[in-house]
């Protein structure tokens, strides 16, 4: 129930394409759901964030889009560059409330190849 | 500038030393937590604090302690450290349990 399941692992692209990650939650009681990005050698830090009222979020390149009856979620990064390269996390959470942690799934590495 | 700092940037540590990463954050946050990160494993919830006072265990809580005296400090203990608690160690708070986190650099620990 407590589970973010985030796939691929890994991923390269060219520079110029669209990275696209997929994130998979189980507890529909979740209302939250951030994307971490994190560059080696620094912790992550918040990219983008959307609440189930919408169905996407768009800040510059970085759209999420959700599909709350599937129960999943997706980074879409459009016009990769090489300085997009990095870790990148989902995650799920109750917003605001004192009722869980945010869950993290496992991390994707992408690379952008000039 | 506002935000989390740790220490040490990184340590070596005999196995079976006692060892605390520091953790201190200025932006009054409420809320802070304990990962460690693993190759292939993401983040990992070792400890959390909704509030000075208050601790609770995260998902892999073993070997670990915490304590939250104050609003801005949250160390963490390892009490008898194993091999297997190698790891790059983050700290992080959030105004409240489940809002946005700020992370800070992280602690690269290596157990002989």
């Known amino acids: 129930q407590q589970q973010v399941k985030q796939s691929p692992q890994s991923l390269i692209v060219q520079k110029g394409g669209i990275s696209i990650i997929n994130c998979a939650y189980e507890n529909t009681a979740f209302d939250y759901f951030p994307w971490y990005q994190q560059f080696p050698g620094k912790g992550p830090a918040l990219l983008i964030a959307i609440r189930p009222d919408v169905s996407e979020k768009k800040e510059g390149r970085f759209t999420i889009s959700f599909n709350k009856s599937a129960k999943q979620f997706s980074l879409h990064i459009m016009d990769s560059q090489p300085g997009d390269s990095a870790t990148y996390f989902c995650?799920?959470?109750?917003?605001?409330?004192?009722?869980?942690?945010?869950?993290f799934g496992k991390g994707t590495k992408l690379s952008v190849k000039p | 500038i506002a935000g989390i700092t740790q220490a040490p940037t990184s340590q070596i540590l005999a196995a079976g030393r006692r060892m605390t990463l520091r953790c201190t954050q200025d932006?009054?946050?409420?809320?802070m937590y304990w990962y460690r990160q693993d190759l292939g494993l993401g983040l990992r919830l070792i400890h959390y604090s909704n509030t000075a006072g208050t601790t609770g265990k995260g998902e892999v809580p073993d070997g670990y302690s915490v304590s939250r005296a104050n609003t801005d400090d949250f160390p963490l203990t390892l009490a008898s450290a194993v091999p297997s608690q190698t790891s790059v160690y983050f700290c992080?708070?959030?105004?409240?349990?489940?809002?946005?986190?700020?992370f800070g650099p992280g602690t690269r620990l290596t157990v002989l």
């Open positions: 932006m009054r946050h409420n809320a």
């Open positions: 992080a708070s959030s105004e409240y349990q489940s809002s946005e986190q700020f």
């Open positions: 995650a799920a959470s109750y917003y605001g409330g004192s009722q869980g942690n945010l869950i």
